[in-house]
T-cell receptor, first 111, second 115 residues
Framework: DAKTTQPNSMESNEEEPVHLPCNHS???????IHWYRQLPSQGPEYVIH???SNVNNRMASLAIAEDRKSSTLILHRATLRDAAVYYC????????????FGQGTELSVKP | NAGVMQNPRHLVRRRGQEARLRCSPM?????VYWYRQLPEEGLKFMVY????????ESGMPKERFSAEFPKEGPSILRIQQVVRGDSAAYFC?????????????FGPGTRLTVL
């Protein structure tokens, strides 16, 4: 399995951008990088995924390093509702889609 | 389109009893995954099923735990003779397929407490 390293916790102010880093130096060329988040007392929810190019959706942007050994999830304007644990998960070919969760980054947002 | 449904949301069992957790995937989804989150720990994959078949059960404890996803009806995670260490939140997720770009949609979880 590709190993990931994320900061245990980060703090942000409301309405400011947040950059959540992830190192995945053992990722292989076919592994997609997925991000999920888990709000308190809820099930995880999908945020975004990408392979090589930077990706944008209504929730966030994903910036992937050229060597693919790291990526950064960008929340453009953090809200209180974005307080959650964010997980960076490489999805490995031939693994049936199962998600291997690391410890994630707990994001707190201050008003 | 209703999301992934899990019931019950909370389940209390005494040691030695059986626990049955149900998961109804999103409409049109034939892939179901079960994950467990022990208190103060991360989410761990347990089992992956595709209609009537267990595809990957590498995360399931060897004893007392079983899972099924029948042709009709919800997926069931069954825990026999529960022990206190089984107390956890159990989440199921569903997807339309199992490719590298497919999204898993999670249910709200069942919180199992073993007394």
């Amino acid at each position: 399995d590709a190993k990931t390293t994320q900061p245990n916790s980060m703090e942000s102010n409301e309405e400011e951008p947040v950059h959540l880093p992830c190192n995945h130096s053992t990722i292989s060329g076919t592994d997609y990088i997925h991000w999920y988040r888990q709000l308190p007392s809820q099930g995880p929810e999908y945020v975004i995924h990408g392979l090589t190019s930077n990706v944008n959706n209504r929730m966030a942007s994903l910036a992937i390093a050229e060597d693919r050994k790291s990526s950064t999830l960008i929340l453009h304007r953090a809200t209180l509702r974005d307080a959650a644990v964010y997980y960076c998960i490489p999805l490995v070919y031939n693994q049936g889609g199962k998600l291997i969760f690391g410890q994630g980054t707990e994001l707190s947002v201050k008003p | 389109n209703a999301g992934v449904m899990q019931n019950p949301r909370h389940l209390v069992r005494r040691r030695g009893q059986e626990a049955r957790l149900r998961c109804s995937p999103m409409k049109g989804h034939s892939h179901v995954y079960w994950y467990r989150q022990l208190p103060e720990e991360g989410l761990k994959f347990m089992v992956y099923l595709q209609k009537e078949n267990i595809i990957d059960e590498s995360g399931m404890p060897k004893e007392r735990f079983s899972a099924e996803f029948p042709k009709e009806g919800p997926s069931i995670l069954r825990i026999q003779q529960v022990v206190r260490g089984d107390s956890a939140a159990y989440f199921c997720a569903s997807s339309s397929s199992a490719g590298l770009t497919d999204t898993q949609y999670f249910g709200p979880g069942t919180r199992l407490t073993v007394l």
